[in-house]
């Protein structure tokens, strides 16, 4: 009975996530300097009548790509948060704060700035993902090797730290000998937002993460087996060593395809497992990485949307935002669950 009543709870909690971001995306692609009402915003999206209106023109052009962004772009690094967690055992593990975001950022700067292109136009879209994910998988393997003799906590920070400060370093000097209309690209990009996508850029985010999510879901399995132990997960017939590179992959894929788009986001990756494990109350990746991406889509679109209205007409960085909400979430989680150990 008690265990019924705990699957009612994990199914009551999806769904209401689900019906959240819906709802959420519909008043997001409605609110700003010219407002839609939600039966407009429907119209516009499902109905052939609505297409050359002026709702349709300012949906489509201006108001759906950045909510798309912000759903994908949030879940995404919600759920690399939640790989980067299991796979290192540790509870404040995160794409920023581990300095993988950093090594994104400096392979885009290589190609924003560096005029890396391999023959390739900088902005395509795909050039600048891999781009983007050679830096996030080169510190994210130079991380696990620190981990893997390193088993402090404050230690892996101070590595994902100085790993951060280097490549800002390499960034600053590329800076210096850039010129100015690309320093200025490359400065609006480095504040993170989910606005400055374009259509193909948004076609390249959602298929490499829907592609990912789905695989990720299928690794569910594997990855309870290896958060009881590696050994417990060997006599289950898991590859863990395969297991571990394909979290990897995935965590750099993920936080590279969003950060090439969107630029540096902090703290989704973090704040959002823990919400989810604090209303699922379950460890199970069964439903962990379905609640991460729902909740990550949502946290990404609310503080996008507070991003673009709270100081209307001017602009904040969502990664202004999601520092400010997540935060005090990390902190009050880590704190109540006294998890952390040196």
Same mark, same amino acid.
Request: proline content about 3%; aromatic content about 8%; some cysteine.
């Given at each position: 009975?008690e265990?019924?009543h ?10 209401l996530?689900a ?14 300097? $010219?407002?839609i009402?939600?039966?407009?915003v $429907? ?8 297409v050359?209106?002026t709702?349709?023109i ?13 759903i ?15 796979l290192f055992q540790n509870?404040i593990?995160?794409?920023?704060v ?18 890396l ?5 900088t902005?395509?879209?795909w050039?600048?993902?891999l781009g983007?994910l ?8 130079? *991380? ?6 390193m088993?402090s ?18 960034v600053n000097?590329?800076?210096?000998f850039s010129d ?5 690209d ?10 400055l996508?374009?259509?193909?850029q ?10 990912i ?7 569910t399995?594997?990855?309870n087996s290896l ?5 417990y997960a ?6 863990t ?7 990897i ?7 590279? *395809? ?22 699922l ?16 889509? *949502?946290?990404?679109? *609310?503080?996008d949307?507070?991003?673009r209205?709270?100081?209307?007409p ?5 990664g202004?935002?999601?520092s ?8 009050f989680?880590l704190?109540?669950?006294?998890k952390?150990?040196?």
């Open positions: 009975m265990n019924q705990h699957i009612n709870r994990i199914a009551l909690v999806l769904i996530a019906v959240l971001l819906a709802v959420s995306s519909v008043l997001a692609i409605g609110i700003g300097s $010219v407002y009402p939600p039966d407009k $429907v119209e516009a999206l499902f109905s052939k009548d609505a050359g209106s709702e349709y300012i949906v489509t052009n201006m108001r759906l790509t950045r909510v798309i962004a912000s994908f772009g949030g879940g995404a690094l919600a759920l690399s948060g939640l790989l980067l967690q299991i509870p593990a995160d794409p920023y581990l300095g993988i975001s950093s090594g994104a950022r400096l392979f885009v700067g290589l190609v924003m700035l560096g005029g292109t391999f023959g390739f136009s902005t395509n879209p050039f600048l993902f983007s050679a830096g996030a998988l080169a510190v994210m393997v130079i *991380v696990l090797l620190f981990a893997m003799r088993h906590v404050v230690t892996l920070l101070i590595v994902g730290t100085m790993l951060g400060y280097l490549c800002s370093a390499m000097l590329l800076v210096a100015d209309n690309a320093i200025a490359f400065t609006r990009w480095g504040m993170g937002s989910f606005g996508m374009t259509w193909s948004i076609q390249v985010l959602v298929v490499v993460c829907a592609v999510f789905v695989l990720s879901f299928l690794l399995k594997s990855l958060m009881l132990g590696e050994s060997r006599t289950m017939g898991v590859n060593r395969r297991l571990r590179m394909l979290m992959l995935f965590s750099g894929v993920l936080t590279g *395809v969003v950060t090439a788009f969107a630029g540096p986001v902090a703290f989704i990756g973090m704040s959002v497992p823990h919400i989810c494990r604090l209303l109350r379950t460890e199970d990746a069964r439903f962990l990485v379905p609640a991460v991406i729902l909740t990550g889509g *949502v946290f990404g679109l *609310v503080c949307l507070i991003a209205t709270v100081a209307s001017s602009e904040l960085a969502v202004t935002i999601t400010f909400v997540g935060v005090p979430i990390v902190l989680l704190v109540k669950k006294n952390v150990s040196v």
